[in-house]
Structures are given as structure tokens and as C-alpha cells.
């Protein structure tokens, strides 16, 4: 079973239109992440939970946004979707111990027009 | 700063023959390191860490700390081993972030 879900799994959206994308996770663990993958890229950390606190890498840009209501879920909003925040969003979860196993949802693959 | 180096984008190897995917990492304290395989159509997800020392899939890494690599090795490659392998890293305390490298596709030839 699915251990962390993204929904949508394909998110079309048009250039300005807000979007939000969601995260569970059935682990209750502390630590979550977001991150962006355009093709052929590596997977750049956009933010990341431990529990309740926030850290927002510094390249992030101002336009994204997250909240994590509670340990089981996460969002990211992208506030003014431009043609440049097309790609694939990954968010993981992982205990907060060392040297623990981060695990992926299938990603969200964003289309913007 | 964490940083990680996957040097090669693209690597072809025959069946049977050896891999090895090279990882280099910069960080200033101890590290954590992971590899990290996505398969055709499926989710990331995590294939060995340094910590471990144990062998998955008969993929061995190695953390050299004088070298600051840790690359992932198979003596005899298979072809259901093509993926996409990223190398990652994290630091040692609670809060610090997973970062990777830019990852290499495997690809074993029949």
C-alpha cells in the first residue's frame, strides 16, 4: 500500500492561476519534504518540515509556498504559476531519527499554459 | 554547503559485465549518504545507505571519507538493473536537508 500519496497525479494550469498541490502520509513521521524535478534534473528541495518547523531553501522562489496542517499532511501552493514551474513535484517523508529511509509519493506532474 | 556529483549523466555497460556509478559529495561535517533508484514508471526510492555496509540487489557503496565519494558498485549487471540512480546526502543533525545530485541512467544492454 501506498505509504505517501500526491493528488493530483497530472495538474494542468494556466500561466497566474493558483494551484495547490497535496501530500499524506500514513508513516506519522516527522520530517516531510517538497521537491521540484524538471526532466532530466535532479530533484531540487524546495522546502522541508521537521515537525512543526518550517525551512524554505534559499533559491525557493517567493511564489511557492507550503502549510502543513498536521504531521499527515502537506501542501504546496504555487501562488503565480509561470511557464518555468512546469515539471514533476515529489514530496517525501521520513522519520526523524539518523540515517532513516526517506520515502517518495509518485509525484505530481505540473503542466502550466 | 551540501553538495553532491554524479559526474556521468548516461552510462551504457553489456549484461553481465561490472558497474560502477561514481558519486562525489562536499560537506563539512559527517555525512549521511544514500543511493536512490527510480525504475521505469515508478516511485523514488531508496536502494542502500552508507550506514548499512550490506549489500541490496548485489549493489555495494563504500563511504571514503578521504576521497568524499561513495559509489555505487555491482560486479555483474543485470538487465533489470537499468534505472535512474541519484546519489544523496544529508547531514548528521535532526534538521538538515536530503539533497541530491543530478542522478545517472543505467542502462544494461542484452
Known amino acids: 500500500d501506498a505509504m505517501v500519496i500526491q493528488n493530483p497525479r497530472y495538474q494542468v494550469t494556466q500561466f497566474g492561476k493558483p494551484v495547490t498541490l497535496s501530500c499524506s502520509q500514513t508513516?506519522?513521521?516527522?520530517?516531510m519534504y517538497w521537491y521540484q524535478q524538471k526532466s532530466s534534473q535532479a530533484p531540487k528541495l524546495l522546502f522541508h518540515y521537521y515537525d512543526k518547523d518550517f525551512n524554505n531553501e534559499a533559491d525557493t522562489p517567493d511564489n511557492f509556498q507550503s502549510r502543513r496542517p498536521n504531521t499527515s499532511f502537506c501542501f504546496l501552493d504555487i501562488r503565480s504559476p509561470g511557464l518555468g514551474d512546469t515539471a514533476m513535484y515529489l514530496c517525501?517523508?521520513?522519520?526523524?531519527?539518523?540515517?532513516?529511509?526517506?520515502?517518495f509519493g509518485q509525484g505530481t506532474r505540473l503542466t502550466v499554459v | 554547503a551540501q553538495r553532491v556529483t554524479q559526474p556521468e549523466k548516461l552510462l551504457s555497460v553489456f549484461k553481465g559485465a561490472p558497474v560502477e556509478l561514481k558519486c562525489n559529495y562536499s560537506?563539512?561535517?559527517?555525512?549521511?549518504l544514500f543511493w536512490y533508484v527510480q525504475y521505469s514508471r515508478q516511485r523514488l526510492q531508496l536502494l542502500l545507505r552508507?550506514?548499512s555496509r550490506e549489500s541490496i540487489k548485489g549493489f555495494t557503496a563504500d563511504l571514503n571519507k578521504g576521497e568524499t565519494s561513495f559509489h555505487l558498485k555491482k560486479p555483474f549487471a543485470q538487465e533489470e538493473d537499468s534505472a535512474m540512480y541519484y546519489c544523496a546526502l544529508r547531514g548528521f543533525s535532526g534538521n538538515t536537508p536530503l539533497v541530491f545530485g543530478k542522478g545517472t541512467r543505467l542502462s544494461v544492454i542484452a
Open positions: 560537506y563539512s561535517g559527517s555525512p549521511e
Open positions: 517525501a517523508a521520513r522519520t526523524g531519527g539518523m540515517n532513516t529511509e526517506a520515502f
Open positions: 552508507h550506514i
Open positions: 508513516l506519522n513521521h516527522n520530517v
